[in-house]
T-cell receptor
C-alpha cells in the first residue's frame, strides 16, 4: 500500500495567493483528517471527513480556509488568500472507520511557506 | 474537553540507556490513549494505543506504555534506546464513544547521544 499521499511536499507562495493542498487517503479508508503543525500551537485538527462528508470543521481557522472531499480518494485544503501566519506543515491522515479506536495513518505532510 | 500534557519538551539519553517519556491526560471518562512518533520530515506513525484491559501495552519498535488511572498518566518506555529512536514523540487522547477526534500533546523531542 502506498500510504497516504500528499502533494506538493513543499510550497512557497506570496501573501495573497491561493494555495491548494492535496491528499489521497489509503484505499478503503472512510475517514480523513487535515491537521496543521506549528512550533507555537503544535498539532491541530482542522477538519474531519467521514464518508466524504465534513463532520467537524471547528478547527478551521477562518473563512480563508476551505476543504473538500469530492470522492473517497481525494481531498483538498485551500487557503485563499494566504497569509504569512499560515506557514506551517499541513498533514493529512486517514483511518479505516470513524471509531475512536481506529489508527490514523499520516501522510508525509506539505510544508507551506507564505512570504 | 479532553487534554494531554507532555511536560518534557526535549530529552537527551545515551544510546543503550533506558527511556521514559511522560504523558498526563485530562478526561472525565476512560480515555483512549495513543503514542505516535514523528521522524524528521515525516508524518506521525502510531507506536501503540490503549483502550481497555491490560494496562501495560506493547507497541512497535520495542516500546511499551503503562496506563495509570490514579495518576492520569500514560508514560512511554523503552529499556534500551537505539540511535534510530531519535525523533519527536506525541501522546494523544481520544474521546470514547464519540467520533474520532484525537487531541495531541505538544510533543517531546528525543535526542540520542553515542
Amino acid at each position: 500500500d502506498a500510504g497516504v499521499i500528499q502533494s506538493p511536499r513543499h510550497e512557497v507562495t506570496e501573501m495573497g495567493q491561493e494555495v491548494t493542498l492535496r491528499c489521497k487517503p489509503i484505499s478503503g479508508h472512510n475517514s480523513l483528517f487535515w491537521y496543521r503543525q506549528t512550533m507555537m500551537r503544535g498539532l491541530e485538527l482542522l477538519i474531519y471527513f467521514n464518508n466524504n462528508v465534513p463532520i467537524d470543521d471547528s478547527g478551521m481557522p477562518e473563512d480563508r480556509f476551505s476543504a473538500k472531499m469530492p470522492n473517497a480518494s481525494f481531498s483538498t485544503l485551500k487557503i485563499q488568500p494566504s497569509e504569512p501566519r499560515d506557514s506551517a506543515v499541513y498533514f493529512c491522515a486517514s483511518s479505516l472507520n470513524r471509531a475512536s479506536t481506529d489508527t490514523q495513518y499520516f501522510g508525509p505532510g506539505t510544508r507551506l511557506t507564505v512570504l | 474537553a479532553q487534554s494531554v500534557t507532555q511536560p518534557d519538551i526535549h530529552i537527551t539519553v545515551s544510546e543503550g540507556a533506558s527511556l521514559e517519556l511522560r504523558c498526563n491526560y485530562s478526561y472525565g471518562a476512560t480515555p483512549y490513549l495513543f503514542w505516535y512518533v514523528q521522524s524528521p520530515g515525516q508524518g506521525l506513525q502510531l507506536l501503540l494505543k490503549y483502550f481497555s484491559g491490560d494496562t501495560l501495552v506493547q507497541g512497535i519498535k520495542g516500546f511499551e506504555a503503562e496506563f495509570k488511572r490514579s495518576q492520569s498518566s500514560f508514560n512511554l518506555r523503552k529499556p534500551s534506546v537505539h540511535w534510530s529512536d531519535a525523533a519527536e514523540y506525541f501522546c494523544a487522547v481520544g474521546l470514547s464513544g464519540g467520533y474520532q477526534k484525537v487531541t495531541f500533546g505538544t510533543g517531546t523531542k528525543l535526542q540520542v547521544i553515542p
